[in-house]
């Protein structure tokens, strides 16, 4: 898939996904092994979006089975097609004077199943897809060990059509939110990666790659903000992409530096629950946030003024 570390990295940066050194080799790494690989963290610290980053990194398909609560296995799997089924009964009624169990089988391969994204994705030929299997904490047990079939032989039973086999191993990437507590039959098979929210360096870059902004300097505020606001105990601090969207914002309204007589407009981007709001909104609140977020910003520049003395 890659050829060497390098390359992927390279890949990955023309992509606009930042990765750290360590991500960057355990991807490597279980590209070359085929291991699955389990990222858990917070929501909307980039999990997803390393799995479509590295489809896109290796020119490849990406399928994806996202996870809800009563997820069913023909969700995931796929299931026969009946009304095509009884099409090809009432098409064919003339030639099909075979025996009964001959139509059976006929009726029951592949040419008659919509395949879920677990069959597909064992279907490639020629060049492998990334599997993503998202937010698998929210199904439940007896789910999770479906998957396990296909993690360990690359293969999956389906009743009444067989057992159908990986003619390429997908690179599978799981990702939970920890919602619920994941078995460890699952993670033995796995390379496991811990996302955090990033640091504010990290965030500028991701800022920078993502966002039209250009100055570091409001990159720097905006990142710092979130820092500012990460550390606070919210009930939902704000995620990279909601610092994206921040970003687009001030962009639109040609702001330059967030201050604070902003305050108003700028709430119902950063504090998405009432209590939230309510404490943003107290006197100190977004002031307090508003002159951390600077001092983030000045550190960060002046380390970046020192570094490039040096
Ligand atoms: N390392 C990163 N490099 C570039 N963009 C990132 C990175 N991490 C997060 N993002 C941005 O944050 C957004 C949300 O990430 P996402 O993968 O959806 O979060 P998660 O799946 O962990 O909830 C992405 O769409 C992307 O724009
Ligand atoms: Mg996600």
């Given at each position: ?118 069959v597909?994705a064992l279907r490639y030929?020629?060049?492998s ?21 296909i993690?360990?032989a690359w293969q999956i ?7 159908v086999i990986a003619k390429s191993v997908p ?140």
């Amino acid at each position: 898939m890659f050829s060497s570390v390098t390359e992927l990295a390279e890949r990955l940066y023309a992509v606009r996904y930042i990765v750290d050194h360590v991500t960057l080799h355990v991807v490597f790494l279980a590209a070359q092994m085929r291991k699955p690989l389990l990222i858990e963290g917070p929501p909307g610290c980039g999990k997803t979006e390393l799995a479509y980053a590295i489809a896109e990194a290796a020119d490849t398909t990406l399928e994806r089975l996202q996870c809800f609560a009563g997820i069913t296995e023909e969700k995931a799997i796929g299931k026969f097609d009946e009304p095509l089924q009884k099409l090809f009964l009432e098409t064919y009624a003339e030639d099909l004077k075979t025996e009964w169990s001959v139509i059976r089988e006929r009726l029951h391969t592949l040419e008659f199943f919509a395949e879920g994204p677990l069959v597909r994705a064992l279907r490639y030929q020629d060049r492998s897809c990334i599997l993503l299997v998202d937010e698998i904490d929210k199904v439940d047990h007896s789910f999770e060990a479906l998957l396990l079939e296909i993690l360990s032989a690359w293969q999956i039973s389906i009743p009444k059509l067989g057992t159908v086999i990986a003619k390429s191993v997908p690179f599978v990437v799981l990702s939970s939110n920890e919602e619920r507590r994941l078995g460890d039959p699952l993670r033995r098979r796995c390379f496991y990666l811990r996302f955090e929210n990033p640091t504010v360096e990290r965030e500028i870059e991701i800022l920078t790659l993502r966002s039209r902004s250009r100055s570091s300097k409001l990159n720097g505020q905006i990142a710092g903000l979130a820092r500012a606001l990460r550390g606070w105990n919210l009930e939902k601090p704000p995620s990279i992409a909601e610092m994206l969207d921040l970003a687009q914002a001030l962009e639109i309204l040609g702001v330059q530096e967030v201050s604070d007589d902003q305050r108003d407009l700028l709430l119902p981007l950063l504090a998405k629950t009432d209590a939230d709001r309510k404490r943003l909104l107290l006197r100190s609140g977004f002031e307090g946030l508003v002159a951390d977020s600077k001092r983030y910003r000045d550190r960060f520049m002046r380390r970046e003024r020192s570094e490039n003395v040096l």
